[in-house]
């Protein structure tokens, strides 16, 4: 009996990475971006997030649909959320956001609790370094990864304080590369707005933080397989929680205009 000859071998689909960057207010159109990528059934394997992106990458990553995490946002007097701690090491306490994601993660969530993989990145202001986290417990980490320097108190952690890593690393696709079959796509919600009138000290302050993050995301956009930078967002303040709804709707739209280039990469 003369045996069939071997299949060929199919070739394995790619699944994406999503590098989510920090942004303020701007994050939230990480919700809309991760809304199209479920409508267009693209398959996300994992995920590394900072601050806003953190936050939105988290949520995500515990089963959490897009729109009810909009909805949790917009919900949430954000007022109630910063308690001042006028102290030395900064102005605001996290207390009352720590209760706030406990109460929506369960708890004391853990990353191995998470239905996708995931890493945090935070700043370690002693070394002067950037602190990936993707096992262990979740919230201290979460925390770090979104306490912005000055206005919010470091996160004591193992050791070390820990503050925004958006701080050094803005766009962290370092826990994504070198993966077979990963293919890295960056979110970044800080285009640099040109036309912006720099007319207040307040304005300056965001504008400096603005410009000296953005420089440490460059090498790392091009490390990226597809690079998802919606020009909208360069229009809104990183304070404007307020209209999370068209910050949503700018990701939303924008990813669903690059669908033919996400398939591209599968």
Same mark, same amino acid.
Do not use: W
């Given at each position: 009996?003369?045996?069939? /000859? @071997?299949?060929?071998?199919? /070739? ?15 994050? +939230? ?16 394997? #994992? ?14 990553? *515990?089963?959490?649909? @897009? ?12 007022? #109630? ?27 004391? @969530? ?26 262990? @417990? ?11 320097? +000055? ?31 990963? #293919? ?79 398939? *591209?990469?599968?």
């Amino acid at each position: 009996m003369t045996p069939y /000859p @071997p299949l060929p071998a199919q /070739p394995q689909q790619q699944q994406l990475g999503l590098a989510l960057s920090g942004g303020g207010a701007r994050g +939230i159109a990480h919700l809309g971006v991760l809304a199209a990528f479920d409508e267009l059934a693209l398959p996300v394997a #994992r995920l590394a997030g900072v601050s806003s992106g953190a936050i939105a990458g988290t949520f995500y990553a *515990a089963g959490f649909a @897009p729109r009810e995490i909009l909805r949790l946002l917009l919900a949430t007097n954000l007022a #109630r959320l910063t308690r001042p701690a006028f102290s030395r090491y900064g102005l605001l306490h996290l207390d009352a956001v720590e209760r706030l994601l406990a109460a929506h993660l369960g708890g004391n @969530p853990t990353f191995a609790d998470l239905r996708l993989p995931l890493t945090l990145v935070a700043t370690d202001l002693g070394a002067g370094e950037s602190v990936y986290f993707s096992e262990g @417990p979740l919230l201290p980490p979460l925390l770090a990864s979104s306490a912005v320097p +000055i206005l919010y108190r470091a996160v004591e952690y193992q050791g070390r304080q820990l503050v925004d890593g958006g701080l050094l690393n803005n766009l962290p696709v370092e826990p994504l590369l070198g993966r077979p079959g990963l #293919r890295v796509v960056g979110v970044h919600c800080n285009p640099i707005n040109p036309a912006a009138h720099i007319n207040t000290f307040r304005r300056l302050i965001e504008r400096t933080l603005q410009l000296a993050i953005n420089a440490n995301t460059k090498e790392r956009q091009t490390q990226c397989h597809l690079l998802l930078e919606p020009p909208e967002l360069r229009h809104y303040r990183p304070l404007g929680y307020r209209r999370g709804q068209e910050l949503f709707d700018i990701g939303y739209r924008h990813t669903l205009s690059r669908a033919a280039e996400l398939r *591209a990469l599968l």
